[in-house]
């Protein structure tokens, strides 16, 4: 009988679908593809479209409405969501604690409304016995604000010359396996893995970016083809399945102005993913010299789809100044703001994004952006490794799964009590390749909702109508199917509104006259 596996949980940040090379991306991520193709992925599952909501699902197995998480970390009492991971519910490394492992935590929180006083929504108080990392959500990977250690503010240590956010992520959760295995070699442990990478702003050391120089001029529209049809080939897309439309707000590569300047935004993005991969490997390399990877359940996933918003300009999705911004960098130098054709990003003294252009690349074949309950904002690669349990499958699982189902699933395998009544259900059958029972899955965010059953997933924009589409027929979401269907919309939408009621989803209409009533500035990452 296998020994109870340490548990290493690995999540990233706005990653796209289609950006890691075994999920058809031309991005360099040789150890996610190792794992990947030697372990389970997962071809259909979800995340919440948005990263504090996600966060929240995947520390407790509940939906964020539930836990206070709705939307981010802003309180919006009493209309809305407190935006503070609610004392009533329990973590995962509250419960696996309970039943005897270690806690760690590297990273990115971003589940607490007060991120400056230590309280109760903060790691090292719901769970985690030793943290590093940041209780903000997004910043510089130069100067990360909220940089914490235990309850510590270590802002200053990002000063140290070489300091870059995604390498000290990475270096310190490899400390923290190596000094468990030194102080309890006998025990199992959890390890939370979160990183930044790849959300903006683009910040990227130079070698990195220079791997990548020239791997974008074909520009987007050519590389989402390319990526549709290695899509195909790794067998997570069915052959039969149409690339989605380029986005009508996005022009076609051929017509598109300062193309050296937007290869550049694309080739940062992928030096961001790239650096987060290597860190990731450093990892595995700990694990094995150790003689842990064996018997370790390594799961990878990211928060949410690629990210469209914009910053500097007036384009949809605008972003004004964020708030997590430093206002020079570590030299003095001033910190050039914004997605301007004049500056090149990557360097510690731009702030910007890679936006609508090449989100739609990142989250290929799929429509939206995170943010958005379409494939394309809630669409996540899922990758499961473990050898000791598992084998090396090398194999693709198909069945629709999605946030909720993970605490369910590091429990089972760590034969730990659930502690309380869960919305999700166990994937252990699923990962040994055995039938499991059909579940249905609910989405919402800021109004943006969504409910699939089997083939069927019906979907749609805040204040606009429900669409449906047959996924069997294409995950794409290219044939609206509602006209023809009005009893099965009205009865997957009647199933909606009970999820709703039921998860104490509040109306978006509600929370947007609160913020008009109060003048109060909507909250960002």
Known sequence: MTAR?????????????????????????????????????????????????SRASLLTGSHPHQVGVGILTG??????????????????????????????????????????????????????????GTIDGAGSYYQPVTLTRGEQDIEHEARAPGFFYTDAISDNAAGFVTGHVAERPGAPFFLYLAYTAPHWPLHAPEEDVARYRGRYDAGWDRLRAERLRRLKEEGVLAPSWDLSDRDPLVPAWAEAEHKEWQARRMEVYAAQVTRMDAGIGRLLDTLERLGRLENTLFVFLADNGGCAEEMGDDRPGFIPRHPTMPASTRSGDPIRYGNDPAIMPGPEDTFASYGRNWAGLSNAPFREYKHWVHEGGISTPFIVHWPA????????????????????????????????????????????????????????????????RGRWKLVRKHA??????????????????????????????????????????????????????????????
């Open 389 to 452: 349990a598992l084998g090396s499958p090398g194999r693709l699982c198909t069945a629709p799964r999605q946030l909720v189902d993970v605490l369910p699933t590091l429990l089972d395998v760590a034969g730990a009590a659930t502690g309380e009544s869960r919305e999700g259900a166990s994937l252990l059958d699923l990962l040994h390749g055995r039938e499991a029972p059909e579940r249905t899955l609910f989405w919402e965010h800021e109004g943006n909702a969504g409910v699939r």
């Open 464 to 525: 606009r109508p429900w669409e449906l589409y047959d996924m069997t027929g294409g995950r794409t979401e290219l044939h609206d199917l509602a006209a023809g269907h009005p009893d099965l919309v009205a009865d997957l939408s009647a199933a909606y509104d009970r999820w709703a009621e039921r998860c104490g989803v509040i109306p978006r209409d509600r929370i947007l006259d609160f913020y008009r009533r109060t003048g109060r500035p909507m909250p960002l990452e």
């Open 75 to 132: 309180d919006e009492r009493p209309d809305g969501y407190p935006g503070d991971l609610s004392r009533d519910s329990v973590t995962a490394a509250e419960a696996l604690r309970g039943a005897g492992y270690r806690t760690y935590m590297s990273g990115k929180w971003h589940v607490a409304a007060d991120m400056t006083a230590p309280n109760g929504s903060w790691p090292t108080r719901r769970g985690f016995e030793r943290f590093y």
């Open 5 to 53: 596996p340490d548990i290493v949980l690995v999540l990233a940040d706005d990653l796209g679908f289609s950006d890691l090379g075994c999920y058809g991306g031309e991005i360099e991520t040789p150890n996610l593809d190792r794992l990947g193709r030697a372990g389970v992925r997962f071809t259909q599952f979800y995340n919440s479209p948005r990263c504090s909501p």
